[in-house]
């Protein structure tokens, strides 16, 4: 069965640091991947989409960027963290029968 | 513009009460509707997903319905439980496309 990590669960930063958000998917080859931000109280924001190995496509302009160095990896990351990167990011995976999720990273810049 | 709206927003209801919750959505061409729970701090659940072709379907006290021609779908939730507790978010995607549209969802809260 198809199984989707994501990690870590929470994380605090300073603004200015860097970022790194790791997604791993099992059990599926050449998943649609997604990261979403979800401020309180928010629906879910697209940030980026791959649809395979090296292909990124992204929804908004921000400070945010990501990769997929594997079939099976999805990474976001920033150079230097704003305040208003805090929220909460998930990762998903999909096609057209499923859209899974990770279990959230909860990001607070401070 | 594709977009999916959910009402209401928020709902208390008390234990072992009904309850729907309804989604409206302007995405075209339609391809599918699904429906998740999402506890605070965790990622969603899927609780049903529906086709153009389906009316219901049933995922134990959850029943979904969808009206293509109306583009309304509703969730009701039958005789509510504590861990009911939680957003509902209704997810719209189109045909040939890989993103999907998420409503802002409903923040459920059931009373004992």
């Known amino acids: 069965s198809q199984t989707i990590h994501q990690w870590p669960a929470t994380l605090v930063q300073p603004v200015g640091s860097p970022l790194s958000l790791e997604c791993t998917v099992e059990?599926?080859?050449?998943?649609?991947l997604y990261w979403y931000r979800q401020a309180a109280g928010r629906g879910l924001q697209l940030l980026f989409y791959?649809?395979?190995?090296?292909?990124i496509s992204s929804e908004v302009p921000q400070n945010l960027s990501a990769s997929r160095p594997q079939d099976r990896q999805f990474i976001l990351s920033s150079k230097k963290l704003l305040l208003s990167d805090s929220g909460f990011y998930l990762c998903?995976?999909?096609?057209?029968?499923?859209?899974?999720f990770g279990s959230g990273t909860q990001l607070s810049v401070l | 513009k594709n977009q999916v709206e959910q009402s209401p927003q928020s709902l208390i209801i008390l234990e072992g009460k009904n309850c729907t919750l309804q989604?409206?959505?302007?995405?075209?061409?339609?391809?599918?509707l699904r429906w998740y729970k999402q506890d605070t701090g965790r990622g969603p659940v899927s609780l049903t997903i529906?086709?153009?072709?389906?009316n219901t379907k049933s995922n134990g006290r959850y029943t979904a319905t969808l009206d293509a021609d109306t583009k309304q779908s509703s969730l009701h939730i039958t005789a509510s439980q504590l861990s009911d507790s939680a957003s509902y978010i209704c997810?719209?995607?189109?045909?040939?496309?890989?993103?999907?549209?998420f409503g802002t969802g409903t923040r459920l809260k059931v009373l004992a």
């Open positions: 791959s649809v395979g190995i090296g292909q």
């Open positions: 998903a995976w999909g096609d057209n029968e499923k859209l899974f």
């Open positions: 529906m086709t153009f072709s389906e």
């Open positions: 989604c409206n959505y302007t995405v075209s061409p339609f391809s599918n």
């Open positions: 997810v719209v995607s189109a045909l040939g496309t890989y993103k999907y549209i």
């Open positions: 059990g599926t080859s050449n998943p649609n």
